[in-house]
């Protein structure tokens, strides 16, 4: 349970501009918790955003950069790059 000074600090980082999910996390509540008391304590909510076209675009990339690394993996480049060399390259943990 949050004591009145740290729900008195969460409010004023609201205030300057932290996350709900920040907070949450750093107080170690859920984010629901943070929007409860900020509702109680009358701190006016920033609206949500949602990303444009553009930004979902720059999302997609590196999404689709991560899976074509896991594709690519097992080939040589990718081992050097992340110093596995040998017989054992390519191959995870779980595998040997």
């Known amino acids: ?3 009145a000074d740290e729900v008195a600090e969460i409010a004023e980082e609201y205030r300057r501009g ?3 999910n920040e907070l949450a996390r750093r107080y170690g509540v859920h984010r629901q918790t943070v929007d409860r008391h900020l509702e109680r304590a009358g701190v006016s909510k920033r609206p949500m955003t949602k990303m444009t076209p553009g930004e979902g675009g720059t999302s997609r990339g590196a999404l ?3 899976a074509e690394h896991i594709r690519d993996r097992g080939k040589a480049g990718c081992r050097r790059q992340h110093g596995v060399e040998g017989p054992e390259a390519g191959r995870s943990a779980d595998e040997g």
């Open 1 to 3: 349970m949050l004591s």
């Open 18 to 20: 932290a996350g709900v």
């Open 64 to 66: 689709q950069a991560g």
